[in-house]
């Protein structure tokens, strides 16, 4: 399994941003994803996560509201669209994935890691 996210740049406070996560070499109608990040000098925390199917979703307290994960099965995509940004969203945001059929915001029960994307949030 391959996981390719996507999508980060520099924006300002308030902008929007969508990063991508791309899945390949299995079929992943059993799995979860995952996104978490990793700001500077902290350390890794979930964000949101989502069934492939799309029907059960997660989402951290400090994003709800604000970010909305998506998943399009028909191209092995799960989106996560992050509005209204903030200076403390600044970090490398990683996609993670696993089989599995609850969404677990424990980093250490999924599998499979794509490289980070690193989204920088200015003020």
């Known amino acids: 399994v391959q996981l390719q996210a996507s999508g980060g740049g520099l924006v300002q406070a308030g902008d929007s941003k969508s990063l991508s996560c791309v899945a390949s070499?299995?079929?992943?109608?059993?799995?979860?994803v995952g996104w978490f990040r990793q700001a500077p000098g902290k350390e890794r925390e979930f964000v949101s996560g989502?069934?492939?199917?799309?029907?059960?979703?997660d989402y951290a307290d400090s994003v709800k509201g604000r970010f909305t994960i998506s998943s399009d099965s028909a191209r092995n995509t799960v989106t996560l669209q992050m509005n209204n940004l903030k200076p403390e969203d600044t970090a490398v945001y990683y996609c993670?994935?696993?089989?599995?059929?609850?969404?677990?915001?424990?980093?250490?029960?999924?599998?499979?890691w794509g490289r980070g994307t690193l989204v920088t949030v200015s003020s």
């Open positions: 070499g299995s079929t992943f109608s059993r799995y979860v």
């Open positions: 993670a994935a696993t089989p599995a059929i609850t969404i677990s915001r424990n980093e250490y029960t999924y599998r499979y």
């Open positions: 989502i069934s492939w199917s799309g029907f059960i979703n």
